[in-house]
């Protein structure tokens, strides 16, 4: 299964790490693009080390990743 299949079977919208058993899934959603003004992607709202090094990262790495998405999330809406 690739990281696109383990995105697709949860909504990203809704994921809790904090709740989450097993391997964090990726939060990649096939949108790759990074903004220029933030440095995020604007699908994953992650930076670009934080995708080049989710593959190699560990599981506290990655969840820890998954909070500051939640975060940079809640302060776009805000």
Do not use: Y
Not at 18 to 40: F, N, T, W, Y
Not at 55 to 63: L, N, Q, Y
Not at 70 to 78: E, L
């Amino acid at each position: 299964m690739s990281h696109n299949d383990a995105a697709m079977t949860i909504n990203l919208q809704e994921f809790d790490p904090a709740k989450h058993e097993g391997p964090m899934p990726s939060p990649c959603v096939g949108i790759c693009q990074m903004d220029r003004a933030s440095r995020l992607c604007i699908g994953c709202q992650r930076t670009l080390n934080e995708i080049t090094d989710w593959s190699v990262a560990p599981e506290s790495k990655k969840r820890t990743i998954w909070e500051e998405i939640i975060r940079r999330r809640a302060t776009r809406r805000s």
